[in-house]
């Protein structure tokens, strides 16, 4: 079983930065590849980024590519989520997720506002 909480949303104005932070619980979090989701109001919830466990390779969706950056730090069982230039259409609720084989757990979400 692996807990994961959010932090480092909140409102910001646009052009502004945040850096989300997902710290999980356990021994194996080396062993999780794990990744950034959002969810717009009324909308899905969409893939954003992901990072593998093992040799840290990266993923994103097109619309965040060179704005967004996802890393991990393995000795703090945390990862983050720096996300630049941020922009009106960026606000949602932001989500982190562990997976490894069948094993998918899930964040509560952090809340991420962008003003114009």
């Known amino acids: 079983q692996v807990q994961l909480v959010e932090s480092g949303g909140g409102l910001v104005q646009a052009g502004g930065s945040l850096r989300l932070s997902c710290a999980a619980s356990g021994r194996t979090f080396s062993t999780y590849s794990m990744g950034w989701f959002r969810q717009a109001p009324g909308k899905e919830r969409e893939f954003v980024a992901r990072i593998s466990w093992s040799r840290g390779s990266t993923w994103y969706a097109d619309s965040v590519k060179g704005r967004f950056t996802i890393s991990r730090d393995n000795a703090k069982n945390t990862a983050y989520l720096q996300m630049n230039s941020l922009q009106p259409e960026h606000t949602a609720v932001y989500y982190c997720?562990?997976?490894?084989?069948?094993?998918?757990?899930w964040g509560q979400g952090t809340q991420v506002t962008v003003s114009s």
């Open positions: 997720h562990a997976d490894r084989g069948a094993s998918s757990y």
